[in-house]
């Protein structure tokens, strides 16, 4: 079933703004239903999670229905769900947690690759760093924008203890062979985190089919509420003990999610969830999201399709996003121009497409762009093909100004 982009586009208010939001990848726009999700749970009564009043029990099932959502979008049972404030959060906890239970040390290492956004390098290499254990970097080819799996195996060793990959770079797009390379790191004996933060908006997530042993997205991301999210795979979140306080439950996953949780924001996920399979055909919420993600990755993959070849036309213009496989994301520079020039032209017709390094730190350094980076055009399933026209006129505009 092709997606319905006009009805699709209708549920989100922000578009009758006439904006063309190519931002995506820093933060979705937000569907009604979702906001509705986070108003009412916040309006109806509802106290702290337990069993014994209507109010309490409500804040419990918010809690256990996000948790199934989201076992669903990632393929994953609801008890090996965690629920953080941020993908960055849980990974500076995760990396701390994980580098005390496996006794990391001198000699022990991790690996992390260039092609990553900062959240899945800083939080191991400080990890790393504060026992003493070595850091191997897997390099991005600067030429391809490829995160080759021989990249990583180079790097492993008998005494790699966590190999940490993204899914795809939110710069390039790059989708590299993570079951290729968390198969070499499993031979190695090493666990596999998976940033799949900007992943998750665009593809069928199977953590297991991954290889990930963890993995972690941000609801945000894919039109929920600002949030971190981490899975596991089965029986790892038991074997971890993070700082906890003494009072606080010490079942997994709940010893891993520290204070109250944001009822009104689980519930907002749980909409998000179900906006998303809501675009699919199915007996099950998780055959929904299945078919609701061939049609968005049909739809988004015409578009970039169709902007690769516009933006390809324009002189002077570098496409950085060049991998074999991708999300619907493309970086570019102009020769001539600064990035935060084509922002801030694009932003004066509603075109909002924004120019950073997008805290993908190494990447557009190992690029040679340094802490300027380039513009970046994210696609959703809410872009039309008029939004697209927009941005290349704008860009071909700027281009032709030098
Ligand atoms: C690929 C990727 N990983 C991690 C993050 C960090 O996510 P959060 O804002 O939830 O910490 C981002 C945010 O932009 C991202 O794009």
Redesign the pocket.
Known sequence: MPLDVAAVRAQFPSLRSGVAFFDG??GSQTPEAVAGAVASTLTSPISNRGVVTASERRADEVVVQARSALGDLLGVAPGDVVFGR????LTMDLARTLAREQAWGPGDEVVVSSL??D??IRPWVLAAEAVGATVRWAEVDPATGELPVGAVTEVLSARTRLVAV?G???LLGTRPDVRGIADAAHESGALVHV?A??LAPHARIDREALGADLLSC?P??FFGPHL?VLVARRGLLEELHPDKLVPSSDAAPERFELGTLPYELLAGATAAVDVIAGWGEGATRAERLTSAFTAVEEHEGALRERTEEGLRGIEGLTLWSRAARRTPTLFFTLDGVRPTEVHRHLAGLDVNAPASH??AWELSHRLGLGPTGGVRVGLAPYTSTEDVDRLLAGVAEVAARR
């Open positions: 990848p820093g941020s993908m960055t959060a990553d956004h959240a899945n993204t795809a770079s939110n940033d933060v900007h941000s945000y991301k971190g997008f805290y």
